[in-house]
């Protein structure tokens, strides 16, 4: 790529290295742009008889062209990707969904010298028509070998942003306190409403019970009757691991333990299991607030049916003080 100074009547096909302004300030032709004869009929007519310009040389991509090529390749399932000015390309969400992001893979192209790609946190929540990435080329253009290589990478292991939607998710509530249910209900019921209408969610089922495992075991088998999503226990009490009330009553269900502990403050006594594939999650004390805290970091990829493993409620101990 070579930029040089050129006599406005030879500047067709040329890219603008800077960006052209009227004599008021509005823009006229930004940097980046691809000159047409319309474009030097304009700029003639503006008084202009030079302009800085480029041009593409063998083994080149324009950076519009490299990084819709990159950005095609990035996200998949509910994404759209829009062409923005500045050589930047944009994805969208398309529907209400949970941001799935390989944040090694990710890490690994911005390692290249010639395109960066920024996201959103994974397991975020994106409202339909929320930006969720952007990818970045270089000035003017790319080296064909490296937007290649790059392409390659992400085919090979990508994308490296996955929106998975939400459709009608059904979230189950059970309320639990060791004397009575409803006082559980009566504490965390309006919070609980709150938080779940941050992913507008306008409906859920709920039950209260007396927290001891026979009955925290029978009101999980009528949740389950329900079809739920993702089952939450609000319960008054902080559970001292799987062996408590609440983690017997999970397995007395069926439910396989997948985590308890979380590096997340507030939240940090989170057990979670699975019982097929549906997640049951207890997190103590996080029902009695609206504040962010574990609930809300795992609910939105649960909310999307993405099956969280113990391995990655490790890892949102990077980020995981939330308050």
Same mark, same amino acid.
């Given at each position: 790529?070579?930029?040089?100074?050129?006599?406005?009547?030879?500047?067709?096909?040329?890219?603008?290295?800077?960006?052209?302004?009227?004599?008021?300030?509005?823009?006229?032709?930004?940097?980046?742009?691809?000159?047409?004869?319309?474009?030097?009929?304009?700029?003639?007519?503006?008084?202009?008889?030079?302009?800085?310009?480029?041009?593409?040389?063998?083994?080149?991509?324009?950076?519009?062209? #490299? /990084?819709?090529?990159?950005?095609? $390749?990035?996200?998949?399932?509910?994404?759209? %990707?829009? &062409?923005? !000015?500045?050589?930047? +390309?944009?994805?969208?969400?398309?529907?209400?969904?949970?941001?799935?992001?390989?944040?090694?893979?990710?890490?690994?192209?911005?390692?290249?010298?010639?395109?960066?790609?920024?996201?959103?946190?994974?397991?975020?929540?994106?409202?339909?028509?929320?930006?969720?990435?952007?990818?970045?080329?270089?000035?003017?253009?790319?080296?064909?070998?490296?937007?290649?290589?790059?392409?390659?990478?992400?085919?090979?292991?990508?994308?490296?942003?996955?929106?998975?939607?939400?459709?009608?998710?059904?979230?189950?509530?059970?309320?639990?306190?060791?004397?009575?249910?409803?006082?559980?209900?009566?504490?965390?019921?309006?919070?609980?409403?709150?938080?779940?209408?941050?992913?507008?969610?306008?409906?859920?089922?709920?039950?209260?019970?007396?927290?001891?495992?026979? #009955? /925290?075991?029978?009101?999980?088998? $009528?949740?389950?009757?329900?079809?739920?999503? %993702?089952? &939450?226990? !609000?319960?008054?009490? +902080?559970?001292?691991?799987?062996?408590?009330?609440?983690?017997?009553?999970?397995?007395?269900?069926?439910?396989?333990?997948?985590?308890?502990?979380?590096?997340?403050?507030?939240?940090?006594?989170?057990?979670?299991?699975?019982?097929?594939?549906?997640?049951?999650?207890?997190?103590?004390?996080?029902?009695?607030?609206?504040?962010?805290?574990?609930?809300?970091?795992?609910?939105?990829?649960?909310?999307?049916?993405?099956?969280?493993?113990?391995?990655?409620?490790?890892?949102?101990?990077?980020?995981?003080?939330?308050?």
């Amino acid at each position: 790529m070579k930029a040089q100074t050129l006599d406005v009547k030879d500047s067709e096909g040329r890219i603008l290295c800077s960006t052209i302004f009227e004599p008021g300030g509005r823009k006229l032709l930004s940097k980046g742009h691809q000159l047409s004869s319309d474009d030097v009929r304009l700029l003639e007519a503006q008084g202009l008889n030079h302009v800085w310009v480029t041009e593409l040389e063998e083994g080149e991509v324009g950076e519009d062209h #490299a /990084v819709m090529m990159v950005a095609q $390749e990035t996200g998949c399932a509910a994404v759209e %990707v829009r &062409l923005a !000015a500045g050589g930047r +390309a944009n994805l969208f969400a398309t529907e209400d969904c949970c941001a799935l992001v390989d944040d090694e893979l990710l890490k690994h192209i911005n390692c290249t010298s010639s395109i960066v790609i920024a996201t959103v946190a994974n397991f975020s929540y994106a409202p339909a028509g929320q930006r969720i990435a952007t990818i970045k080329s270089t000035p003017f253009a790319v080296p064909q070998s490296q937007l290649e290589a790059i392409c390659t990478t992400l085919r090979e292991k990508g994308p490296i942003l996955q929106a998975r939607p939400m459709r009608q998710p059904k979230v189950a509530v059970l309320y639990s306190d060791p004397v009575n249910g409803d006082r559980a209900m009566q504490l965390f019921e309006k919070t609980t409403r709150d938080r779940l209408e941050r992913f507008k969610l306008v409906y859920y089922c709920g039950l209260a019970c007396e927290e001891n495992q026979a #009955a /925290v075991t029978k009101s999980l088998k $009528e949740l389950v009757k329900q079809r739920p999503t %993702v089952i &939450l226990i !609000a319960s008054t009490t +902080a559970p001292a691991g799987p062996d408590d009330v609440i983690g017997r009553a999970m397995q007395s269900v069926g439910a396989q333990i997948e985590r308890f502990l979380a590096p997340v403050e507030p939240g940090n006594l989170l057990l979670m299991g699975y019982l097929d594939d549906v997640p049951i999650v207890s997190a103590p004390g996080c029902f009695r607030s609206v504040k962010p805290n574990v609930v809300d970091l795992i609910l939105p990829p649960m909310l999307a049916r993405y099956r969280i493993s113990g391995w990655e409620v490790a890892c949102l101990g990077h980020g995981g003080l939330l308050a």
